[in-house]
């Protein structure tokens, strides 16, 4: 009994095998996520109404860049309170820059007045984060050789919306409303100059979802305040990319269950609606298994010898809601073989092994009913493990299988037509 037993310990351990300190921090150099918690960047362009006011006022339409970077919970129970934490950046067009700065302006600030959240599913259903007037925007310098970014809140500040609570098990689609903002433009001094402006960008007929939480169970009623927001990324216009952190509870033929930490990152190349019948892509995939403290003990404890494994991953599935086909392996044929993985706790294996220079297949599925939002999330996982002494012969080899969370774990919602 005392060699399948570590058998399975060694297999769950190598499954866990990804590491803290080396894993691939893609896409976007997101980084990896924590257990529980989604963090995600969204980048898309807003068609606003700017009122210019001071010497010149006019009233024009302008594009204004919009990015939005967020923590927030991948999954949640019937009635657990929860935040989202976020941080934005409006990216103002060179022809405003050029108005401003012919008028003396170096720096832009300025309040924010009106941010809407949508979370549908949640109560309340909507949230306006700048209701109060206690969103400012900080100064920011001016560019009159290209755009300006103005940050909102502003470096090591976040936006908290929550808590929110979900009464019943489903899906919290997140989108944003109307967002509006009052601008006045800085000397060099950093003192007002005579030209400010109201910015005021509608809510879309039918705003981008951006994410979602899944809601199920009653496990915990523990509030989930997600924490160490950052610096927001840059990425592509008109994309989101996203980490997700869970634990899998995994089955090594029978003989041991663990849990085992993993991270997974893709890409949304597109946030634009996908016509009924249409392709739903997911890009960029990558990740990381994690080595566990416990899984590593134990192993030691029962195989001192133990020195390194062999992951072979053949499944990691993804099932579809309103899309086609229902369930779709994202690992080439052969699956992805990651060698010589430490025994030690914050081993990395990362899949694929050269990520993030090179990052999984595009994964497609089709759209489904025109109107509705397809939702895509994690499902489960399988391969085995070999377990190899310090000259590299193998101890012992074993399958395993890891089932999919209930509720599963989200990656990206896709709007209809």
């Given at each position: 009994?005392?060699?399948?037993?570590?058998?399975?310990?060694?297999?769950?351990?190598?499954?866990?095998?990804?590491?803290?300190?080396?894993?691939?921090?893609?896409?976007?150099?997101?980084?990896?996520?924590?257990?529980?918690?989604?963090?995600?960047?969204?980048?898309?362009?807003?068609?606003?109404?700017?009122?210019?006011?001071?010497?010149?006022?006019?009233?024009?339409?302008?594009?204004?860049?919009?990015?939005?970077?967020?923590?927030?919970?991948?999954?949640?129970?019937?009635?657990?309170?929860?935040?989202?934490?976020?941080?934005?950046?409006?990216?103002?067009?060179?022809?405003?820059?050029?108005?401003?700065?012919?008028?003396?302006?170096?720096?832009?600030?300025?309040?924010?007045?009106?941010?809407?959240?949508?979370?549908?599913?949640?109560?309340?259903?909507?949230?306006?984060?700048?209701?109060?007037?206690?969103?400012?925007?900080?100064?920011?310098?001016?560019?009159r050789e290209g755009v300006s970014i103005l940050e909102i809140p502003g470096a090591g500040k976040s936006i908290v919306v929550g808590p929110l609570t979900a009464s019943a098990a489903g899906n919290v689609i997140i989108s944003f409303g109307a967002i509006a903002a009052s601008i006045t433009t800085l000397d060099s001094n950093k003192q007002k100059t005579l030209i400010s402006a109201k910015v005021t960008c509608p809510a879309q007929k039918r705003p981008v979802s951006l994410a979602a939480i899944t809601v199920g169970g009653t496990a915990s009623t523990k509030p989930i305040v997600p924490t160490g927001l950052g610096a927001i990324p840059t990425i592509p216009n008109g994309q989101t990319a996203g980490t997700t952190g869970f634990n899998y509870n995994c089955d090594f033929s029978g003989l041991v269950q663990g849990p085992v930490r993993v991270s997974i990152g893709a890409v949304k190349p597109s946030n634009a609606q996908v016509a009924s019948g249409g392709k739903i892509t997911l890009a960029q995939g990558q990740g990381n298994i994690i080595l566990s403290a416990t899984l590593v003990n134990r192993i030691k404890a029962i195989v001192s010898i133990a020195d390194h494994t062999s992951l072979t991953l053949t499944a990691f599935n993804l099932v579809a809601s309103n899309a086609t086909p229902a369930k779709q392996n994202i690992l080439p044929a052969g699956g992805i073989t990651v060698n010589n993985l430490p025994i030690k706790a914050g081993a990395v294996a990362v899949i694929p092994p050269t990520a993030p220079q090179t990052t999984l297949p595009d994964i497609n599925f089709t759209a489904g009913k025109s109107g509705s939002t397809a939702l895509i999330s994690i499902a489960d996982a399988a391969g085995s493990a070999s377990l190899r002494d310090v000259d590299d012969n193998e101890i012992l080899s074993i399958d395993f299988t890891c089932n999919a969370l209930s509720p599963t774990v989200p990656v990206f919602p896709y709007d209809i037509q």
């Open positions: 009994m005392l060699m399948p037993t570590f058998k399975a310990l060694l297999s769950s351990i190598l499954l866990a095998g990804a590491a803290v300190a080396a894993g691939t921090n893609g896409p976007y150099a997101l980084g990896l996520a924590p257990v529980g918690i989604e963090k995600g960047v969204f980048n898309t362009t807003l068609d606003c109404t700017v009122q210019v006011l001071g010497l010149l006022p006019l009233l024009s339409q302008y594009q204004i860049g919009f990015g939005v970077s967020a923590l927030l919970p991948g999954r949640v129970s019937v009635n657990q309170p929860f935040s989202i934490v976020a941080g934005t950046r409006l990216t103002i067009p060179r022809s405003l820059n050029n108005l401003a700065g012919v008028l003396g302006a170096k720096f832009y600030a300025g309040t924010v007045d009106s941010v809407v959240v949508n979370t549908p599913g949640a109560t309340p259903a909507s949230t306006d984060v700048a209701k109060g007037g206690n969103l400012t925007i900080p100064a920011s310098p001016l560019n």
